[in-house]
């Protein structure tokens, strides 16, 4: 099966930046989209960036113009560049991915284990 491995998490000080990793291991699949959420304490998951298997991207609106998705398909890798972090950024970090099967032609989605991000004085 897939299993999605993130990194690059941590603390870092308001108006610092981060650069989240998130890489798939298995065989025998191929990835579509992949996206990143987040969840903050008390809040509903949401979507904080996404991109196609062709590299369109999008983005919610309080990241758009400091967070960039980007994707590096030899290595089965989606990252997401974060700058100007600000408080309110803190949360837990998911990547997610949609995978097709070879063999089976099968679609299924995969999330990794989530990461924190703190961003504090």
């Known amino acids: 099966q897939v299993q999605l491995v993130e990194s690059g998490g941590g603390l870092v000080q308001p108006g610092g930046s981060l650069r989240l990793s998130c890489a798939a291991s298995?065989?025998?699949?191929?990835?579509?989209?992949m996206a990143w959420y987040r969840q903050a304490p008390g809040k509903q998951r949401e979507l904080v960036a996404f991109?196609?298997?062709?590299?369109?991207?999008n983005y919610a609106d309080s990241m758009k113009g400091r967070f960039t998705i980007s994707r590096d398909n030899a290595k089965n890798t989606v990252y997401l560049q974060m700058n100007s972090l600000k408080p309110e950024d803190t949360a837990d970090y998911f990547c997610?991915?949609?995978?097709?099967?070879?063999?089976?032609?099968?679609?299924?989605?995969?999330w990794g284990q989530g990461i924190q991000v703190t961003v504090s004085s």
């Open positions: 991109i196609s298997s062709g590299g369109t991207t």
């Open positions: 298995g065989s025998g699949f191929s990835i579509n989209t």
């Open positions: 997610n991915a949609g995978v097709f099967w070879r063999t089976s032609g099968y679609y299924s989605e995969y």
